[in-house]
């Protein structure tokens, strides 16, 4: 059993910067992590991926450039980092772990969520 813990949310200007924290407890060592976003009244959204042991990474074509996933071993924990960003960016960000290292993209493909954490972006 995985489960994961965001935070790193809040309040920021358009053009500001934020770091989501997604920590994870069980043995993730062959897992895929995701961060997905859900805005009011739309369908959850893929935001990033990476590989747990390989560092492969992939990104949602409106947040590439703009958004870097990493993750620290030692601490068991998976960041997205977040510039530049922009209103269109507000919605809840959800953690997302897979039981292999296949690189997925859908809601679906993923076993386990975090809570969400909100991230607002003022114009």
């Known amino acids: 059993q995985v489960q994961l813990v965001e935070s790193g949310g809040g309040l920021v200007q358009a053009g500001g910067s934020l770091r989501l924290s997604c920590a994870a407890s069980?043995?993730?060592?062959?897992?895929?992590m995701g961060w997905f976003r859900q805005a009011p009244g739309k369908e959850r959204e893929f935001v990033a991926a990476?590989?747990?042991?390989?560092?492969?990474?992939r990104y949602g074509d409106s947040v590439n450039g703009r958004f870097t996933i990493s993750r620290d071993n030692a601490k068991n924990t998976v960041y997205l980092q977040m510039n530049s960003l922009k209103p269109e960016d507000t919605a809840v960000y959800y953690c997302?772990?897979?039981?292999?290292?296949?690189?997925?993209?859908?809601?679906?493909?993923?076993?386990?969520w975090g809570q969400g954490t909100q991230v607002t972006v003022s114009s």
């Open positions: 069980g043995r993730i060592s062959s897992y895929t």
């Open positions: 997302a772990a897979r039981g292999d290292l296949l690189m997925k993209f859908r809601e679906r493909d993923y076993d386990y």
């Open positions: 990476i590989s747990w042991s390989t560092y492969s990474a």
